[in-house]
């Protein structure tokens, strides 16, 4: 079965930058886009970031163009999110996810919570001012 594993929020004040690592298991991932979504209390799940696992193309979010970087190292099956310039609006817990047999789908369809199926358990990002 497949398991995500977040790692790697806390607490940061603004300005400062966290690495959200995600540990991917159970299929072969090649033809998937893996994802980072991001959810604040009260508000809904939003897309941050995604990465098509085959060739490394990348699509952002515009609040956070600019400031995050995702990255993927295939030899460790693991998805990283580079978060620098912290805003207290990035305050919210990150969820990886996985887009299955995906690589050929657009970028709109890839924003969406509903492309992805598989979904790590969250990892809370807290940002002070």
């Known amino acids: 079965q497949v398991q995500l594993v977040e790692s790697g929020g806390g607490l940061v004040q603004v300005g400062g930058s966290l690495r959200l690592s995600c540990a991917a298991s159970?299929?072969?991932?090649?033809?998937?886009?893996m994802g980072w979504f991001r959810q604040a209390p009260g508000k809904e799940r939003e897309f941050v970031a995604a990465?098509?696992?085959?060739?490394?193309?990348?699509e952002y979010a515009d609040s956070v163009t600019g400031r995050f970087t995702i990255a993927r190292d295939a030899a460790k099956n693991t998805v990283y999110l580079q978060m620098n310039s912290l805003k207290p609006e990035d305050t919210a817990v990150y969820y990886c996810?996985?887009?299955?047999?995906?690589?050929?789908?657009?970028?709109?369809?890839?924003?969406?919570?509903?492309?992805?199926?598989?979904w790590g358990q969250g990892t809370q990002v807290t940002v002070s001012s």
């Open positions: 996810a996985v887009a299955p047999n995906s690589g050929s789908r657009s970028w709109y369809y890839l924003r969406k919570v509903e492309a992805y199926i598989y």
């Open positions: 159970g299929r072969t991932f090649s033809r998937d886009v």
């Open positions: 990465i098509t696992w085959t060739n490394g193309n990348t």
